[in-house]
């Protein structure tokens, strides 16, 4: 009986070291998948507003601070808020930043908050750090898992080790009065804990390491921001090349793409100026160009009436105003009063630069508006004005064409008469005084101030925007094209918003980070397109509208 009893007392203390033994396994293994489900939720949502930052400010009303793709500061404390700034590797490691980026108080396995670095170049400040596609993380990780190109790491710190001594922090997640904050060393090891950009992971937990962590790279980042900052350009962006269109009647010239996109150093927003002989490039987002009148690039031809031009009609620069002076005469009525005449004729004046940037003004309502009403234009020399008109063209030289359409009425005096009848006609000098000023022209969707474009400025968002044009719609261009002949064509569109694929007069490609691992910039377009894309004068082009390995250019069509 008594060695019976031992034996179930033995088998009971086996079973219940092995219940023991079992329960804490388990126990190990939860906290594991809490901590990784902690890391991937914090994840998502770092991702989510990187993302989410497109449509910040929306409607826009100071869309210059919009950044998509940008990240919060770490906190400085437990209390889950943002720091204002971190502009020092010290302060781009700490806390993450919960209540910032909208998600719960994400702990690891063991009820520690989350740990979060991030990379200088993502750090949400707009004006200072430019955030795009070409921007590159500098964190890099090594150890278990590696990965460079890495925007931010969020780690799990684990149970404290040895030597690591965490202070008590009270309800609001500030530490409380008297106590020091902590160094970092207090809750990371490793590489970890040094306030630099580099990051270690182990394959398993020990004495001496037990952080545990997970990467954001650039390629998963922009996955997720560009789609957004796509759907942007559409509303943001297509709509100053739309009143373009309606104010001057053609899309300006692209900006040629070689050498390249550039950067800020290699290629200054300044030298984003349309060419004549591109139908596909850049957009011409210059700031600052100059809008004159050009100078001897005027014109005066008759297209009606009973009068004649004699000589040769000169036009120049008035002031501001644009003037031309021409001779009127007729033929002898025999009066030696003079005889009178009308002379339907177009006067023109030449505004460059406007086909080659993003020129707009309004019409008419204002005194300091470029386009006058035709009532504002003088004349002298004549007896009446009839029938007048004043409108604008784009030439194929980019110039902007201004041109006054009237009816002049005029006496050509009797220059020499014989017995009280006249013999022959003078001339009647007449000039007309365009009171326009091109100063006042402005350009539109190239500032960083922008109230709806200024992120994609400031961002340099232009850099990675393709822009083609049908011919028929270029500066000089007949006004038309022909579907599947001449027209742009754009493959893989939704068929219920685009049933037509053919017949695009202009699109903006999206251009995305770079797929081929190619360093950018770049003076090569398949550096930045794929598919059809990166092939030029075949007005052929290829949309994607998931996230893919081969291709990831997002067509945004202008019209129709």
């Known amino acids: 009986m008594i060695a019976m009893i031992t034996m179930v007392a033995l088998i009971s203390a086996f079973l219940l070291a092995s219940a023991l033994s079992r329960t804490s396994s388990e126990v190990r293994l939860d906290n594991d998948r809490r901590t990784q489900l902690a890391l991937r939720e914090a994840k998502a949502a770092l991702i989510g507003y990187a993302a989410s930052l497109a449509w910040d400010n929306d409607p826009p009303t100071n869309a210059w601070d919009v950044q ?19 502009t020092t590797a010290t302060t781009r490691v700490g806390r993450l930043p919960w209540k910032k980026i909208g998600s719960a108080d994400l702990r690891d396995g063991g009820g520690n908050i989350l740990w979060y670095a991030l990379s200088a170049n993502f750090v949400k400040n707009p004006g200072t750090t430019v955030i795009n596609s070409d921007t590159q993380g500098t964190l890099t990780v090594s150890g278990a898992m590696s990965a460079t190109n890495v925007v931010a790491v969020v780690i799990a710190p684990g149970a404290a080790l040895t030597g690591q001594a965490r202070p008590i922090f009270n309800s609001d997640g500030i530490y409380s009065s008297g106590t020091a904050l902590p160094a970092i060393s207090a809750y990371l090891e490793g590489s970890n804990a040094t306030n630099t950009d580099t990051f270690v992971t182990a394959t398993s937990s020990s004495d001496t390491f037990n952080d545990q962590l997970i990467t954001i790279t650039q390629a998963e980042l922009m996955a997720a921001v560009e789609p957004a900052v796509a759907a942007r350009i559409e509303r943001d962006v297509t709509p100053y090349l739309t009143s373009y269109y309606t ?117 008419g309502l204002n005194v300091d508006d470029f386009m006058h009403p035709a009532t504002s234009v003088t004349t002298t020399g004549t007896t009446s004005v009839s029938s007048a008109s004043i409108g604008i063209s784009l ?166």
């Open 68 to 86: 998509p793709g940008a990240l919060p500061c770490p906190s400085s404390n437990e209390s889950g808020i943002a720091a204002n700034s971190c």
């Open 247 to 363: 104010l001057w009647g053609r899309y300006p010239f692209p900006v040629a793409f070689s050498p390249g996109p550039g950067t800020s150093g290699t290629r200054a927003q300044s030298s984003y100026v349309g060419s004549s002989s591109a139908t596909e490039g850049l957009l011409p987002v210059i700031y600052t160009p100059t809008y004159a009148w050009g100078t001897g690039l005027g014109a005066v031809t008759k297209t009606g009436g009973t009068g004649t031009i004699s000589g040769t009609p000169s036009c120049a620069l008035s002031g501001t105003s644009w003037r031309c002076s021409f001779n009127g005469t007729g033929a002898n009525c025999g009066s030696t009063a003079g005889c009178a005449f009308t002379i339907t004729v177009n006067v023109d004046g030449q505004v460059t630069n406007v086909g080659n940037t993003l020129a707009k003004y309004t019409t």
């Open 395 to 560: 030439l194929s030289s980019g110039n902007g064409r201004v041109r006054y359409s009237a009816t002049l009425g005029y006496t050509a005096p009797c220059a020499s008469s014989f017995f009280g009848f006249c013999v022959s006609l003078g001339t009647r000098a007449i000039t007309v005084t365009i009171p326009s000023d091109p100063a006042y022209i402005y350009t539109s969707g190239a500032s960083s101030t922008d109230p709806n474009s200024g992120w994609f400025i400031k961002g340099q968002w232009y850099r990675q925007v393709y822009y083609s044009v049908a011919p028929g719609y270029l500066p000089g261009g007949s006004g038309s094209c022909t579907a599947g002949t001449d027209c742009l064509t754009v493959s893989d569109l939704s068929s219920t918003t685009y049933p037509t694929t053919n017949d695009k007069h202009a699109i903006l490609v999206f251009m995305g980070r770079t797929l081929n691992a190619s360093a950018r910039p770049s003076a090569t377009l398949s550096d930045y397109l794929e598919g059809l894309n990166a092939t030029t004068g075949d007005r052929s082009f290829q949309h994607t509208s998931a996230v893919s390995p081969s291709i990831n250019d997002r067509v945004v069509v202008v019209a129709p």
